[in-house]
């Protein structure tokens, strides 16, 4: 079992700044990846970055990519996402997830922290 606990979350204005963070629990070394989701008000949770545990080796979807930066400290069990150049439409809860697998539906979830970026 691996367990994850979000922070960071809160209100910026639109242009600002944000980095969430992502504690995972002991066993982590079981982790092949991470990820950060979010869900909108009245819209499916959308799948945001991810990155390989090992070797650090990153995706973006295009609606952050150039803004977002995803990582993690191997030595802290910590995923972070730095959050620039904020809009209003990045208003969302954001999730950290994990799993051991390769593919598939992420199996490890957080609780969630909300994220408004006011205009």
């Known amino acids: 079992q691996v367990q994850l606990v979000e922070s960071g979350g809160g209100l910026v204005q639109a242009g600002g700044s944000l980095r969430l963070s992502c504690a995972a629990s002991a066993r982590t070394f079981s982790i092949y990846r991470a990820a950060w989701f979010r869900q909108a008000p009245g819209k499916e949770r959308e799948f945001v970055a991810d990155?390989?545990?090992?070797?650090?080796?990153?995706y973006y979807a295009d609606s952050v990519k150039g803004r977002f930066t995803i990582s993690r400290d191997n030595t802290k069990s910590m995923v972070y996402l730095q959050m620039n150049s904020l809009k209003p439409e990045d208003t969302a809860v954001y999730y950290c997830?994990?799993?051991?697998?390769?593919?598939?539906?992420?199996?490890?979830w957080g609780q969630g922290t909300q994220v408004t970026v006011s205009s």
């Open positions: 990155i390989r545990w090992s070797g650090g080796s990153t």
């Open positions: 997830a994990a799993d051991y697998r390769r593919g598939g539906q992420y199996v490890y």
